[in-house]
């Protein structure tokens, strides 16, 4: 079957420091993955996405690379800021199917 | 020029009532869907509808049924509302096939 296994947070970090969030999936077929995130009151836009195995996505300092051999897809920034503290969510979407979603892990950046 | 936009963003009603959540897409997909989002951010997924058809119906109560009226709109109407049904409900829409959907900015539902 196809799910999407997130780390739990919440994370809480400080200005300028170094974020993961570890994503590990299961699928049938040669999903795409995906990270999408969502502020306070909003909702979720498409952060990054990876289409193929080796495929880094990028966005906003965000990257995620599409690991088969070891089914993941771990988002890194290397310096976060406090408007980077919202949800984040990972998903994967086989192809023409729907997606799934992990259970979102919640970052707070202090200054 | 709101891509998805659903109406109301906020819905504050009593046990026992009926609502109805309405959701519009402007992107030319043909895949529309409805979520639920608890209070732990957890997303369910509910329907989804691919060119006005039905074509995913998770675990729901039959108090809730989607309404495809054309492939850009996807309503949700509500019978009979529980405490238990307050949550945010989002609307997104996609193109079959594929990747990235793109999110309503939701409603905030709340019995009381």
């Known amino acids: 079957g196809n799910s999407v296994t997130q780390m739990e947070g919440p994370v809480t970090l400080s200005e300028e420091a170094f974020l993961t969030i570890n994503c590990t999936y299961t699928?049938?077929?040669?999903?795409?993955l995906f990270w999408y995130v969502q502020y306070p009151g909003e909702g979720l836009q498409l952060l990054l996405k990876a289409t193929k195995a080796d495929d880094k996505g990028s966005n906003k300092g965000f990257e995620a690379t599409y690991r088969k051999e070891t089914t993941s897809f771990h988002l890194e920034k290397g310096s976060v800021q406090v408007s980077d503290s919202a949800v984040y969510f990972c998903a994967l979407t086989p192809p023409g199917n729907q997606f799934y979603f992990g259970t979102g892990t919640s970052l707070t950046v202090i200054p | 020029d709101t891509a998805v936009s659903q109406t109301p963003k906020y819905l504050v009603t009593q046990m026992g009532n009926d609502k109805s959540i309405k959701c519009e897409q402007n992107?030319?997909?043909?895949?529309m869907y409805w979520y639920k989002q608890d209070s732990k951010k957890f997303l369910k997924i509910m329907f989804s509808y691919n060119n006005k058809e039905l074509i995913i119906n998770e675990t729901v109560p039959n108090r809730f049924s989607p309404k495809s009226p054309d492939k850009a709109h996807l309503n949700l109407h509500i019978n009979s509302l529980e405490l238990g049904d307050s949550a945010v409900y989002f609307c997104a829409s996609s193109l079959a096939g594929r990747g990235g959907y793109t999110f309503g900015s939701g409603t905030r539902l709340t019995v009381v």
């Open positions: 699928a049938t077929g040669y999903p795409s």
């Open positions: 992107l030319g997909h043909d895949t």
